[in-house]
């Protein structure tokens, strides 16, 4: 199943594990950090020709990011890092994210018929984070 079998979709934030850990080593506030781990944030991807967008959308704040895979672009985080991104697909249904800036970043993306798998890693931190379907 392609990619864009899963945009338009909407998929909200179900658990998290280690998410803390993970915010902590990239030297996020103790205040944004408590915010970010008591929101449940709705992703959504949407595929226009090559150009992807993805939107996260939480009471807090909303991020958005565009991009073309293989393509560097520069994208400000949800907690306000600058860094340099690279996002490439993996076989049909996966998204790898590189994010290089003070401490290099990858954000795995696997999207699912009912859900998408976010393993994010930094140092030997490793934060997973599973959206489910919204019907």
Same mark, same amino acid.
């Given at each position: 199943?392609?990619?864009?079998? %899963?945009? /338009?979709?909407? &998929?909200?934030?179900? @658990?998290?594990?280690?998410? #803390? /850990? &993970?915010?902590?080593? +990239? *030297?996020? @506030?103790f205040?944004?950090?408590?915010? *970010?781990?008591?929101? @449940? ?7 226009? *020709? #090559?150009? &992807? ?6 009471? %807090? ?7 073309? +895979?293989?393509?560097?672009? !520069? $994208? !400000?985080?949800p907690?306000g ?8 697909? !993996?076989? /049909?249904?996966? +998204?790898?994210?590189? $994010? ?11 999207? @699912? ?6 393993? +994010? ?9 599973? &959206?489910?379907? $919204?019907?």
């Amino acid at each position: 199943m392609a990619l864009a079998a %899963f945009a /338009d979709k909407k &998929y909200k934030l179900a @658990s998290s594990d280690k998410f #803390d /850990d &993970y915010m902590k080593a +990239l *030297g996020v @506030s103790f205040v944004t950090r408590q915010v *970010g781990n008591n929101v @449940s944030p709705v992703v959504h991807l949407t595929v226009d *020709g #090559d150009k &992807y967008t993805l939107t996260s959308t939480s009471t %807090f704040k909303t991020s958005t990011i565009s991009f073309k +895979l293989g393509e560097p672009f !520069e $994208q !400000e985080t949800p907690d306000g890092r600058k860094v340099k991104a690279t996002i490439v697909l !993996e076989g /049909d249904n996966t +998204l790898v994210e590189t $994010q290089e800036g003070a401490k290099t970043t990858k954000i795995v993306r696997e999207f @699912s018929a009912n859900e998408i798998k976010m393993v +994010l890693t930094v140092d030997n931190i490793v934060c997973t984070r599973i &959206y489910k379907l $919204q019907e």
